[in-house]
């Protein structure tokens, strides 16, 4: 398995670039929500949704370009030298989550615009059909790269509990790292729901992994992963309750591949059900919700799928949901990192 070149740095360094791209979201952030209303990119609500986001309609959307543009501006500028410079190795494995952040981004700035656009007429973009195609794409794109560069643990899982890591057979690999890009993708999507949520957990996600990579000696991937903690923190600092700007599909599909991808890098992709708790409990209701549905002729397992709007009917405020499973989704990072440190 191929290394990681380690810089100089360190900690200190990744943090700092967590904070510049936390400053730049915020500089920007008001013209940019400017733009957005002057062309009057406002989220649609979709009419099957908690009647109490009705209020929500109109709302800036596509505010993920917020997280995703620095993070490229920044993460590009800094491992250009790295790139360039002939003999010098470890800054180019940082452009395949850079390119899935991109890419995944793109197909989610589509799907916002298409929803915009009011095509389907309920608020909603592309097809699940034209959707789940093009992430199956880019995740089959992705899997096969790794396998063929220099990254640490292409090929490979380390175990929790034992912290021994094992080669796994190509083909298998490659399956398993799409799935794992294709399902958090869409775990962060169904979290993007109330204000705050999805930016929050997520950030809390990569700095768990960020740890883990720092652990590992993967500098460049620690840098990447505070990077994307500040752009979602500047996200935020305009997605609080109320929010001023939603971060759309652009956001929900990029961060969550990105995540995902993140993980497959670390070699510590068992740990998402831990790390990523609040996202997967997301997709996993959602599953169960249409399972119990067909299964029983149509009763309902929750009031309503994914979880977050089940808790909202059954009066939860939306600011009491977004704050316990921040908590939950700290503690479960917490978790997921002393599980990484155990050997």
């Known amino acids: 398995m191929g290394t990681e070149l380690v810089v100089a740095g360190g900690l200190p360094f990744s943090l700092s670039l967590g904070a510049i791209s936390f400053l730049l979201g915020v500089i920007w952030g008001k013209p940019f929500i400017e733009i957005l209303r002057r062309l ?50 470890g800054g180019a494995s940082i452009l395949l989550p850079l390119f899935v952040m991109a890419t995944f981004g793109a197909l989610g700035a589509v799907d916002d615009w298409e929803g915009l656009r009011g095509l389907r007429g309920r608020g909603e973009g592309l097809s699940a059909r034209a959707k789940m195609l093009g992430q199956v794409i880019l995740a089959g794109i992705v899997a096969v790269v790794m396998t063929r560069g220099d990254f640490a643990y292409a090929n490979a899982v380390t175990l929790p509990l034992l912290g021994v890591t094992i080669e796994m057979n190509p083909v298998l690999w490659v399956f398993i790292a799409m799935l794992t890009i294709v399902f958090m993708s869409n775990s962060v999507n169904m979290i993007d729901g109330l204000d705050g949520l999805a930016g929050i957990i997520t950030a809390s996600a990569f700095i768990a992994y960020g740890v883990i990579a720092l652990l590992q000696g993967q500098t460049f991937l620690v840098g990447f992963s505070f990077t994307i903690v500040g752009g979602c923190f500047g996200f935020l600092w305009f997605n609080a309750h109320p929010a001023q700007l939603f971060m759309g599909d652009l956001g929900a599909l990029s961060l969550g591949a990105t995540l995902g991808t993140v993980a497959l890098m670390t070699g510590q992709w068992l740990l998402l059900p831990v790390i990523a708790v609040i996202p997967i409990a997301g ?46 989704g700290i503690l479960a990072a917490i978790i997921g990192v002393a599980l990484a440190l155990i050997r």
């Open 40 to 89: 009057k990119i406002g989220k649609q609500i979709r009419i099957d949704g908690p009647q109490t986001h009705e209020v929500k309609t109109g709302t800036p959307t596509m505010g993920g370009f917020m997280i995703v543009a620095p993070v490229v501006l920044v993460t590009l500028g800094l491992n250009l030298v790295n790139l360039v410079t002939p003999g010098r190795s």
């Open 283 to 328: 997709s996993l209701s959602v599953i169960l919700q249409v399972g119990y549905f067909k299964l029983t002729g149509g009763k309902r397992l929750f009031k309503m799928a994914p979880i977050h709007h089940h808790f909202e009917l059954v009066g939860w405020s939306e600011t009491q949901i977004v704050w316990r499973f921040w908590l939950i």
